[in-house]
């Protein structure tokens, strides 16, 4: 051990020599840089054709250029960019200025006359477009220069009018993201071509290229104009520039930094819609949303009629046509958008979903026009009875209008539709539409259970997630329910769990939905055992949901006879323990429940509570004793109590607070009662159990550090130093731990907590420098480790630099104070500099963050004790399955570690092993075999579902393997 | 002005017996051959004498296109071609001549061997008539000859069909077949582009349906079919071997799966099973589902569903039966039903149609007591569902196409006339619409564009005048020569063209007096007008020219003293007939009066 330590000593201690080492070299290669330009010119001279330059070049693209050569490198290309006859030698040297003015730190302003020259007598197309990008790239450079904008500005005007569509749209580009932000504020007073004298209004130029006969600069006029970010990434933009005004976003387009369109362009952008080309279409479909979230309100009028209405609503209808586009990219952006167009009517969003609806419902109905709908819902066909769709009534043909149809369908069409990415668009757009609008959501329902029954497994997974998230607003009909329920049977375990989930949170209507549902559900746990602890879960929720409707079925649930006694259940059967966790947790809250219940029922119960307390809730029992009093006083106080422990809590924190020096022994008591309450609070109450134990912890390693510093040990004769060593060191060992823990085990922590935790692990360190100190051990190890510390200090500063002035005087802070001197003395002085000021700072005070969770994971599979062990044979692969449930994790993906130690059995048996696994966070997989070799494994992303927030679930297989163990 | 006709001599106003003439730029096509299910006689068939009273069609059809595979578009190929006699190319999908012999022989089967007809196409005259044919690919443009191409697309409705449009020069027609435009298990929906034909030829079976969400329809036959199973009874399925068949095999075969049920399924066998060879060669014509997981799987390699057995009707417990024929008419699928009808745990859904007449169609209406021949009656206490699986695009459907190509004009065929008159109506509030009944003609006349070729030099100058770009919305004169030559069209400048024809130039110039009195001599005169218009005209090339003559750009000003009167002299303009075309010509309108107020005042 001691070796091993000594080794990684002198590891770290080689690091540390290493790095100015490295700092040596790198210099070096600073004085060689210089030479680059002169370098690149040397071989640009020397290339005798283009096929060489371009080879000089290409070399050259591959490395990077500092900061101050770059000037030197433009220079030189520049001056070789005039002299090539080559069209792409200059196209690659047009693109490489563009590259080296993005380097970091360089200015570009001092190439810009120079970039813009070179267009002039520029012959090729090809290498004219790569000069306007690489102007564009030097325009996003300078944003605060408003006359080199200007000048870009008027260059690409001036080549808006070539023949080779490249040119054009890197025009356009150019105007998008350069065109004056500032125009439309001064729009209304005179429009921005008198104020600025040359500027002209950008908008109204890019939007004359909405007609270019080619397709591409077509698109590239729209996506100037609006930007190339989808709704998904707008909508919290727009909502900051509502609240904040106009923000200017550099490296965006018009409307991605705050130009505020015009109107004007709505009747163009809609009449892009019906372009030959899709991509035309798709920016199109772009545009007119960003047109209707920048005016709803205003009306437009309807065409062939003089009727008006809200823009919003309008572009809701045109959007809706395009779901029945012929280029399904095009019906994917239309359904994605749709679905964030939260302000339009609703009589618009239900025709969505109703496509018997022919008639125009874009002018108000009367009465008149109502009845004859009817008429025209009878003259259409569902394919469901035979024979319904024969003519029933002449009806006037002028009410059904087939082309016009506005926003009619759009859903079924979607729902319906070939590809399954515009039906998974279709039910995500219904989903974000349903959760605002209750009577949508009502009327979605049908169509999304219909989703249950698609052909692709994502689709209906997602429709079932989408249900779930809407089933707020929604109560379940019997029938609904049922086809709901059909899905139970689905041999996919996801859909399955997904479908448990959504039980979870949904209202029925009826005590014969509670029955089917249990049904049901039994009918799944008969059929897919596995399925035992989410079908629980799911009538725990059921039957603390509808406790009314649960009252009238228990006799029938328990078999319980008036006259008769009926035997005992099994007490292991599944289903018997299904049925009881739905009738516990409806009874209570009805508490006459409890009376209909048989002897066993009230034996079981008992057992239950204990075994499976998560699904069986504390029930106040007649003529029982009050076994969980406590536990019943808590949940009979609600959510009161929480409140009283918040407070509880952090009352014992501002207890402890007034704790200032670490010496007496009274304070000392304070500090373990204080740990003891908050652990017993974090038992007793879970909503806190994450911030009482974090609390705990942190107070524990204060004692620890308190009693490590007791003024009497460190008086001690130097025999005793040893044996007040061990405790001290063991003392300062155990704080690093804990404060690792603290630091990652807690989700919700902010920075403030993170620089206190730092700060105890800081002075857990100085403690062990000055045990190191004191054993004496070697000057060149204490130096080392002097060192170490200080860099520490320093990282420690420049991390939480905003935390600082919360750390008055801290140990830090005077640390801090003392840097100077510290940096420049001697270790002994430092050492003792560190004893002084370790013990006599006080204690920090810990502010309790708003939310704070512990992480948590709880393994399903493989139970711990399992009686029959795997057995594999040596070089043969075993799979294992995991399934664990993961909560309040940041990034499971990156941050779970599963700890799967294999165990020889007593007689060394080769082929027998048990397993046993525990989680730690914040690493990975992790097979430990019996002669201490370790295999890490790294779950696949796929392997983790979300089924809720804050919580993730790993259902992986390990892949066991390992050669004959001699 | 050229015409386009278009004759159907059958499915105009009918269903059944498609078969339409098309005429367009000197190019007679026959688009489908089919036959009608309703008639044994002469009806049958269409009638070709409509082309030719006798003789052979080869001279008078320069190809025939087959859009999918059912009798009623295929039917009347093997007569056509080897009867009547027709030996010119024969177009149709890789699938549909894959299938189409299988299904022909079947038929030819059923009319000579079981009911006896003579004079009737042979099996030998399938395999001729088959060898005629062109197979087509989605989306690949054949050349038939020179002047007319051809182009498929994806129509959906059953395996292989296809939309054809015909082309001949910029005249277009596109026929569509049958068609879906709601996607189902094994096909994907129909599709076309922007192509603008002259006239769009569609199908109108559902010209008044706008038909709910195929997902309702799809979840109430899995939910009758599996809760018939759970209650342990069986269930039988009438079908018609090819098409419908495959997409509700694949939706209980998905779904058999999906919820591991274990109740047999069975088809009962025949046809199908070559057929169904098919479907699984031709993954790239079903639909997205697939043919994307065909690699893992293929899905007509059904894994739930076999064949059937005579002997497996009696078997006990649950089962799902298709059977053919789909409207219980006869053979299997009435067999199995005569056996199940008097037990109420079972059920037999309908998929489809049901014609007039058949037990399928007595049952619908819901009659319980059927009389069967020999006087025998059975009871039927099975329980008898309808689920329409029809893939035939609705009225919505139909529209939709319409958006999709933007074609000039519009006609209907395959439909009843009744509702192809309330389709009709919609459409004529857009554009021109005809539903010629059998053996009418519709003309539509059409406005080709004629393409030119144009010189480079003369183009690029053009250009270089007005706008800064072309713009291809709105249509710019310009000046040139029509050459017309063997059959070629140019556009060349004027100059070219007189080089070309050996032609002098002939310069057409106008002239202008104007008389003024003026004392000064002749230059003077020339001096002074040259200095006022100097002043006057500012922004205009003015030069003094030593031959004395005055240019205002291209306008020559010359200056003459009578004979008679030294003080009078008279003022020669001349400008050239191009003028009046330039801006010079405007220059000339608005000053031409100053002239007159200038020189009277001298």
């Known amino acids: 051990m001691a070796a091993h330590l000594k080794k990684r000593v002198y590891e770290e201690f080689s690091k540390v020599v290493q790095i100015p080492h490295e700092e040596a070299q790198a210099k070096k290669l600073r004085l060689s840089k210089p030479s680059k330009s002169a370098a690149l010119h040397v071989d640009l001279c020397k290339a005798t054709n283009s096929t060489d330059a371009l080879q000089y070049l290409l070399q050259f693209a591959r490395k990077p250029v500092e900061v101050e050569s770059v000037e030197g490198v433009i220079r030189i290309l520049l001056e070789h960019y005039y002299k090539e006859t080559d069209n792409s030698v200059r196209l690659k040297i047009a693109s490489l200025l563009g590259l080296l003015s993005k380097t970091n730190g360089f200015s570009p302003d001092c190439i810009v006359d120079d970039a813009i020259n070179t267009l002039g007598n520029e012959k090729s197309h090809q290498v004219l477009a790569q000069l306007l990008d690489t102007l564009l790239v030097i325009g996003s450079q300078l944003p605060e220069s408003p006359a080199v904008r200007l000048r870009l500005i008027e260059v690409a005007c001036k080549h808006l009018s070539d023949t080779y569509f490249g040119v054009r749209n890197k025009c356009l580009q150019l105007l998008g993201c350069l065109g004056l932000v500032d125009a439309p504020l001064t729009k209304d007073s005179n429009g921005p071509s008198s104020s600025s004298g040359g500027a002209r209004d950008v908008q109204s130029i890019i939007s004359n290229y909405f007609a270019d006969q080619d397709p591409r600069v077509r698109t590239a006029a729209i996506k100037a104009m609006v930007g190339h970010s989808g ?233 079932i997630h989408v249900l779930r998230e809407i089933s707020t607003h929604i109560t379940l009909r019997e029938d609904q329910l049922d086809t709901v329920l059909a899905v139970l049977e689905d041999s996919s375990r996801d859909i399955r769990e997904a479908l448990h989930e959504l039980l979870c949170y949904t209202n029925v209507s009826t005590k014969e939905c509670i029955q089917l549902a249990l049904l049901e559900l039994l009918k799944n746990l008969n059929k897919y055992p596995t399925d035992r602890n989410s079908v629980w879960k799911c009538l725990k929720f059921l039957g603390s949901r509808h406790p009314a409707l649960v009252l009238p079925l228990v006799p029938e649930l328990l078999s319980t006879h008036p006259y008769f006694d009926t035997p005992e259940p099994d007490m292991d059967d599944p289903a018997y323990i299904a049925v009881l966790v739905l009738v516990f947790n409806a009874a209570k809250s009805c508490p006459t429940m409890p009376a209909l219940f048989s002897d066993h029922t009230f034996r079981h119960y008992a057992y239950l509570r204990d075994s499976l307390s998560h699904l069986v ?133 902010e920075s403030r907590q993170v620089a206190t935790i730092h700060h105890v692990r800081l002075q857990a360190k100085a403690l062990q420098l000055i045990l190191t100190a004191r054993t004496r051990q070697g000057l060149d190890l204490l130096i080392s480790s002097c060192e170490k510390f200080l860099q520490e200090v320093e990282s420690f500063q420049r991390l939480f630099l905003s935390e600082l002035p919360h750390l008055q005087d801290s140990f830090v802070d005077k640390l801090l104070e003392l840097m100077p001197r510290l940096v420049s003395c001697k270790p002994a002085e430092l050492v003792k500099i560190l004893q002084t000021t370790l013990r006599q700072s006080g204690l920090l005070q810990l502010r309790l963050p708003e939310q704070i969770h512990r992480a948590t994971a709880t393994i399903v599979e493989p139970t711990g004790e399992s009686d029959n062990p795997l057995k594999f044979t040596s070089g043969l692969v075993v799979a294992l399955d995991i399934d664990a449930t993961l909560e309040h994790l940041h990034d499971p993906q990156n941050s779970v570690k599963v700890q799967v130690s294999a165990r020889l059995p007593e ?55 390992h050669t004959a163990w001699t | 002005m050229p015409e386009i006709k278009v004759t159907p001599l059958g499915a105009g106003q009918d269903v059944g017996r498609s078969c339409i003439l098309v005429s367009i730029g000197g190019k007679n096509i026959m688009l489908d051959c089919g036959m009608h299910m309703g008639y044994n006689d002469d009806r049958r068939f269409p009638d070709f004498s409509y082309v030719t009273q006798n003789g052979r069609l080869t001279d008078f059809l320069d190809c025939v296109i087959i859009s999918h595979f059912h009798l009623d578009h295929c039917g009347a190929l093997p007569y056509m071609s080897e009867m009547v006699g027709y030996d010119g190319p024969i177009y149709m999908t890789h699938p549909t001549k894959a299938i189409c012999p299988i299904l022909l022989e079947d038929f030819r089967k059923i009319t000579v061997d079981k ?108 939910k009758k079919v599996h809760e018939s199973i759970e209650r342990g009874g069986k269930v039988l399925i009438p079908v018609f071997a090819l098409g419908r068949a495959q997409e509700l095999c694949i939706l209980l075969e998905t779904f058999w799966e999906r919820m591991n ?50 002997s497996y009707a009696d078997n006990p417990g649950p089962m799902v039966v298709f059977a053919t024929p789909g409207m219980l008419h006869a053979g299997q699928s009435l067999q199995i039903f005569k056996k199940w009808a008097g037990n109420e745990k079972n059920m037999v859904i309908m998929p489809g149609y049901c014609v007039q007449g058949t037990i399928g169609h007595k049952i619908l209406n819901g009659q319980r007591k059927l009389e069967m021949e020999g006087r025998a009656t059975l009871d039927v206490k099975l329980q008898v569902e309808y689920m329409s699986f029809s893939a035939h695009a609705d009225a919505k459907g139909i529209m939709q196409l319409i958006r999709m190509a933007e074609p000039r004009n519009m006609l209907l065929v395959h439909g009843e006339a009744a509702k192809m008159e309330f389709l009709k109506g919609k459409i004529e509030q857009e554009f021109n619409c005809y539903m010629p009944a059998n053996g009418e003609t519709a003309m539509v006349t059409t406005n080709p564009s004629v393409p030119v070729d144009m010189s480079l030099n003369l183009l690029k100058r053009e250009m270089a005048l007005g706008g800064p770009l072309p713009d291809p919305k709105k249509p710019r004169t310009m000046h040139g020569t029509l050459i017309m030559k063997e059959n070629s069209l140019k556009l060349v400048s004027s100059e070219q063209a007189l080089k070309e024809l050996g032609l002098n130039e002939h310069q057409l110039r106008f002239t202008c007096r104007v008389q003024l009195q003026d004392p000064h001599s002749d230059p003077d005169t020339l001096h002074r007008v040259y200095t006022h218009l100097k002043s006057v005209l500012k922004g205009y090339t003015i030069q003094h020219l030593p031959d004395g003559t005055v240019m205002v750009e291209s306008i020559v000003i010359k200056v003459s003293s009578s004979a008679e009167d030294v003080n009078a002299k008279v003022l020669l303009l001349s400008w050239s007939y191009q003028v009046q075309q330039s801006p010079t010509y405007l220059f000339f309108r608005r000053f031409r009066p100053r002239f007159g107020i200038f020189f009277g005042n001298v």
């Open chain 2, 115 to 222: 009911k006896g007809e003579t004079n009737f196409f042979t099996s030998q005259m399938i395999k001729d008539c088959m060898k005629k044919v062109v197979p087509l690919n989605l989306h690949q443009t054949v050349q038939v000859d020179d002047e007319l191409e051809i182009k498929a697309y994806y129509a959906g409705h059953v395996l292989g069909a296809a939309m054809v449009q015909i082309k001949v020069g910029s005249e277009s027609v596109v026929y569509t077949g049958d068609y879906n435009m709601t996607p189902d298990r094994h096909l994907g929906a129909a599709w076309i582009d922007k192509c603008r034909p002259d006239i769009l030829i569609s199908e109108s079976t559902y010209a008044t349906t706008i038909r709910d969400s195929k997902r309702c329809r799809e979840r109430d036959f899995l």
């Open chain 1, 231 to 463: 709704p998904q990434i707008l909508v919290p933009i727009l909502a900051e520039r509502i609240t904040q005004g106009l923000i200017s976003v550099f490296q965006l387009q018009l409307h991605d930094r705050g130009m505020k369109i015009h109107q004007i362009i709505y009747d163009q952008a809609c009449r892009l819609l019906s372009d030959d080309y899709e991509q035309v279409r798709s920016a199109a479909v772009q545009m007119v949303w960003v047109l209707s979230q920048l005016y709803p309100e205003s009306i437009v009028p309807i065409p062939s009629s003089n009727e008006e209405i809200r823009l919003v609503d309008d572009a809701f209808g045109k959007i809706s046509h395009m779901v029945s586009d012929g280029s399904w990219m095009v019906r994917v952006q239309a359904a994605k958008t749709l679905g964030s167009m939260l302000q339009v009517s609703s009589h618009f969003l239900e025709q969505t979903l109703d496509k018997k609806l022919m008639s125009d419902l874009r002018r108000k109905r009367t009465a008149h026009e109502r009845a004859k709908e009817l008429f025209v819902s009878g003259e259409f066909s569902s394919g469901r009875k035979w024979a319904d769709d024969a003519p029933k009534e002449k009806l006037d043909s002028n009410t059904v209008n087939l082309i016009a149809s506005g926003a009619c369908g759009a859903f079924v069409h979607g729902l319906e539709d070939e590809m399954f990415e515009v039906r998974i668009a279709a039910v995500e757009a219904l989903c974000q539409l349903a959760r605002s609008s209750p009577s949508f959501a009502e009327k979605c329902l049908d169509f999304l259970v219909d989703m249950f029954n698609d052909e692709i497994e994502e689709v209906r997974l997602q429709s």
């Open chain 2, 261 to 310: 049920l274990k109740a047999p399924i069975y088809f009962s066998t025949g046809l199908t099973e070559k057929a169904n060879h098919y479907y699984k060669l031709f993954i790239t014509w079903t639909n997205q589902k697939i043919r994307k997981t065909f690699v893992q799987r293929n899905m007509f390699e059904f894994k739930h569903i076999k064949a059937f057995d005579r």
């Open chain 1, 907 to 961: 007689n060394l048996s080769f082929s027998k092993t048990s397993f046993e696994s525990s989680f730690f966070n914040r690493f990975r997989l992790q097979v430990l075999y019996p002669d201490g070799q370790s295999h890490v494994i790294h779950p696949k992303p796929g392997d983790f579902r979300k089924p809720g927030p804050n919580r993730h679930r790993l259902i992986t297989q390990v892949y066991l393997s």
């Open chain 1, 617 to 749: 809730p504390p029930l106040r029992l007649p003529g029982r004793k009050q076994v969980y009093s406590l536990d019943s006083v808590d949940s009979s106080c609600g959510s009161s109590s929480v409140e009283s422990a918040q407070l509880f809590l952090q009352q014992s924190l501002n207890r402890v607070s007034s704790i200032q020096n670490l010496e007496t022994a009274g304070d000392q008591d304070l500090l373990n009662f204080t740990i003891r309450d908050l652990q017993r609070l974090g038992e007793l109450q879970t909503e806190l159990a994450g911030a009482a134990d974090f609390c705990a912890t942190y107070l524990r390693c204060q004692l620890l550090l308190m009693k490590a510093l007791q003024e009497k040990l460190w008086n001690v004769a130097v025999p005793l130093y040893l044996q007040q060593n061990v405790t001290a060191t063991a003392a300062a060992q155990q704080i690093l731990e804990e404060t690792y823990k603290l630091e990652f085990l807690y989700s919700g922590l």
